[in-house]
């Protein structure tokens, strides 16, 4: 019974290149969370989303960061033109489509960005 | 704008102890509260949850209050043993379902 699958662990990108990550989650899971950690502080979220839906994006910063959780594959969370202040810890999360007072989200290891 | 706030950055405490930890929160909308755990360079588990009608929820040597009037969460651990160091988080959501919110962690030290 795996649990959620993010890869890589860990990325290094250069400045003004590409990141991408990819989050693959708990089966039988439909929806898919993605949230920061910036150094020393709690997790922020940024993303929530369906197979082909975003639901809710307030957390996501308005340029440069893309997210899609296509109807087959995993979710991936893209970033262009990565800058320093990129670096950080994220996390996926997912749930299963019923909710009972129990359910809650489930998050995968994380991956590491560092930009340099 | 921090509306989960964990005001204790550490806490140190004996094994056989209790471990108190707290969390604030100033949006009345909250409707479900959860407390993780993590380990470094892991993801956050999740150990316990209680929603807005009730004030109390216990799971083993985990225990959280609510007191909504006051806005304020707690999490127990009893007796606290030395695999519970970690970093807990508080978060809440508007929905059991919906995004979380986190506060910063507390960062547990459980001495022999």
């Known amino acids: 019974n795996a649990g959620v699958m993010q890869n890589p662990r860990h990325l290094v990108r250069r400045r003004g290149q590409e990141a991408r990550l990819r989050c693959s989650p708990m089966?039988?899971?439909?929806?898919v969370y993605w949230y920061r950690q910036l150094p020393e502080e709690g997790l922020k979220f940024m993303v929530y989303?369906?197979?082909?839906?975003?639901?809710?994006e307030s957390g996501m910063p308005k340029e440069r960061f893309s997210a899609e959780f296509p109807k087959e594959g995993p979710s991936i969370l893209r970033i262009q033109q990565v800058v320093r202040g990129d670096s950080a810890a994220y996390f996926c999360a997912s749930s299963p489509p019923k909710r009972g007072p129990q359910e809650t989200q489930y998050f995968g290891p994380g991956t590491r960005l560092l930009v340099l | 704008d921090q509306q989960v706030k964990q005001n204790s950055p550490s806490l140190s405490v004996q094994e056989g102890r209790i471990s108190i930890l707290n969390c604030d929160y100033t949006?009345?909308?909250?409707?479900?509260f959860l407390w993780y755990k993590k380990y470094p360079a892991e993801g956050p588990t999740f150990l316990i949850s209680?929603?807005?009608?009730?004030d109390k929820n216990e799971d083993g040597r985990f225990t959280v209050f609510l007191n909504k009037s006051a806005k304020h969460l707690s999490l127990h651990i009893v007796p606290s043993q030395p695999g519970d160091s970690a970093v807990y988080f508080c978060a809440a959501s508007r929905t059991s379902w919906g995004k979380l919110q986190f506060g910063a962690g507390t960062q547990v030290v459980v001495t022999p």
């Open positions: 989303l369906q197979k082909e839906n975003i639901i809710d």
């Open positions: 089966k039988g899971h439909s929806h």
């Open positions: 209680i929603s807005s009608i009730k």
């Open positions: 949006n009345s909308m909250f409707d479900y």
